[in-house]
């Protein structure tokens, strides 16, 4: 019975509904964190009858035909992109990305990372890195003696000594725009890595190019809907049993059938 497997199927895919799912709610509190959905397709199709073939001499067609089902696969985990509710912090080297764009950093291989978790750092040589150590790039040195500092909304970094009002511009941040932002692949520690479906990045400073401005002291709450998150999960509980119901109807009618004499 082609029912066992097809069930099979649907109850793979509520399964990994429920891991997306499970995910987003494990994420609710990561710093600038989107939340992820699970897409299906629908798989092949037995064609019993082809709908339009000749069904008598007279030339008379089928006009619809018998195609069976034979389940579901997963097309796609995406991603939300929506920006998450910017919260306050107080700290001078906290900075949100208000709108489009990534943050650039620059990982131990050498090769370039994106992100929007502008909870940033301070090193012991006193470059600006990411809570993991990451440079961001293009490298802004804090000197030692600076007591404050500054960014603003272009992303122009100034510090400010004990021995002077006037600021000092130690360098600006730039944005990463991308063509295709859901094809970015996330590696981990709210890193992304550019792929052939993102495109490669478009670096401009903030506030051109369509791109976000920087917010300092602020940093992006996740974008986690809780409700709709738990609504969901009741959803894909619902269907892992309905699917799990119909292999024990389907169980039962094999075994019917063997007991028939």
Known sequence: ????????????????????ISNNLANMNTTAYNARRAEFADL??????RAGSVNASDGTVLPTGVQVGLGVRPSAVSVHLSQGALQETGNDLDVAVDGRGYLEVTLPSGQSAYTRDGALKRS??????????YAVAPEITIPDDAQSISVNAEGEVYAYFSDTAEGQLLGQLSLAGFTNAKGLEAIGSNLFTETEASGAPLLSTPGSDGLGTVRQRYLENSSVDAVREVTQLIEAQRGYEMNAKVISAVDQMMGATTQVR
């Open 1 to 20: 019975m082609r029912a066992l497997k097809i069930a099979a199927t649907g109850m793979s895919a509520q399964q990994l509904r429920v891991e997306t």
């Open 44 to 49: 092949h199709y037995q064609q019993v009858s």
């Open 124 to 133: 012991a040589e006193g470059l600006i890195v990411t809570s993991d150590g």
